[in-house]
């Protein structure tokens, strides 16, 4: 009885969530800013091929909100950081106001991170969850995983599963960055520990670049 009733409840709370409209936070936001993220969480959502126009919608709004939340706690390290630089005469007391802005915003980055994949878990499939993840990163991890199995066709599986684990691990971190810059500074951070250990194995990445571009080379002139 008791196993009906939780499939029942859980049932009528699919539903409900489906059924639910998830509205723009757009406080404080400038008119501009809201158009170009709403239009570039769009076409995120354009990707999804969801058939069922509320629940593209309310996905829309689960990016466009995920952007204006990292918007608001970058921009309030970035206020914190440029008063220290503007108004704090002691170099010893402005670094401590920097690096104080910095922890508070990495508080805050870690506190509200997992908000978005269980908000998405509501209307999206862990696949879709990805594609999301994917959009907000520029494609880095699929571009940067394949690339690496082109530049070095004989890693063996063990080795290919470590590097698709680091880029997943780089792709959580870019996810919180506040710009383009920010979200490519984590792949090419982790690219870098990926050289690393893959040297730390025997491989000549040097070697492996240049034989890697013949390739490249000699597939245009076919």
């Known amino acids: 009885m008791k196993k009906v009733l939780s499939a029942a409840v859980l049932w009528l709370l699919s539903l409900t969530a489906g059924a639910q409209t ?7 936001q400038d008119t501009a800013y809201v158009e170009n993220i709403v239009s570039r969480s769009q076409k995120i959502v354009d990707g999804l091929g ?3 126009a509320q629940k593209a919608e309310n996905v829309r709004n689960i990016i466009a909100n995920r952007y204006f939340l990292l918007n608001n706690i970058h ?16 170099a010893g007391r402005r670094q401590r106001i ?15 991170h997992f908000e978005l994949v269980s908000a998405l878990a509501l209307y999206l499939t862990d696949e879709q969850i990805d594609a ?6 520029y494609g880095r991890l699929k571009r940067d995983y ?34 383009s810059k920010q979200k490519h500074f984590w792949f090419d951070k982790y690219r870098g520990r990926t050289n690393n250990w893959l040297s730390s194995r025997g491989y000549d ?5 240049e034989n890697w571009q013949k390739r490249i080379e000699e597939a245009k002139k076919k």
Not at 22 to 28: D, P, Q
Not at 205 to 209: A, M, S, Y
């Open 22 to 28: 998830v509205a723009l936070n757009t406080e404080g």
């Open 50 to 52: 969801l058939t069922d």
């Open 75 to 90: 921009s309030e390290c970035d206020k914190r950081k440029q008063y220290a630089k503007d108004s704090i005469s002691g």
């Open 98 to 112: 920097i690096e104080g802005a910095e922890r508070r915003r990495d508080a805050e980055l870690y506190k509200h």
């Open 132 to 137: 999301v993840k994917d959009g907000m990163t």
């Open 146 to 179: 394949n690339a690496q199995l082109e530049m070095i066709p004989t890693l063996t599986e063990e080795e290919k599963a470590q590097v698709l684990a680091w880029l997943k691990e780089a792709r959580e971190y870019a996810m919180d960055g506040g710009d």
């Open 205 to 209: 990445l040097k070697k492996e670049r």
